[in-house]
């Protein structure tokens, strides 16, 4: 069985950084994209960031140069680098499993089939 357990959110100043954490368990970690999505209240789902299972990385439009994805596959960890921070970066960040084997940007959130609990993101102005 997959699960996804993220960590890591907090409350922030604009201008900060967080990095969150995603441990993932059940599956063969390495052949998987993974996904950071987030979820602001009265918001649908969002996709923020991925990185295939050859480590390529997108990004959406908002967060590129800001954020960063990375997977240490060795420990079945995928983790968001958050920095300068903003006031509508705040939301409910959830980390998913993607397609086996894609090398592509999926952004879909429906392509993503086991998601985590989130963790929350306030940043204050």
């Known amino acids: 069985q997959v699960q996804l357990v993220e960590s890591g959110g907090g409350l922030v100043q604009a201008g900060g950084s967080l990095r969150l954490s995603c441990a993932a368990s059940?599956?063969?970690?390495?052949?998987?994209?993974m996904g950071w999505f987030r979820q602001a209240p009265g918001e649908e789902r969002k996709f923020v960031a991925t990185?295939?299972?050859?480590?390529?990385?997108y990004y959406a439009d908002s967060v590129k140069g800001r954020f960063t994805i990375s997977r240490d596959n060795a420990k079945n960890m995928v983790y968001l680098q958050m920095n300068n921070l903003k006031p509508e970066d705040t939301a409910v960040y959830y980390c998913?499993?993607?397609?086996?084997?894609?090398?592509?940007?999926?952004?879909?959130?429906?392509?993503?089939?086991?998601w985590g609990q989130g963790t929350q993101v306030t940043v204050s102005s």
């Open positions: 998913a499993r993607g397609p086996y084997y894609s090398d592509s940007m999926i952004s879909a959130p429906a392509s993503y089939e086991y």
């Open positions: 990185i295939t299972w050859s480590h390529n990385t």
């Open positions: 059940g599956g063969t970690f390495s052949r998987y994209d």
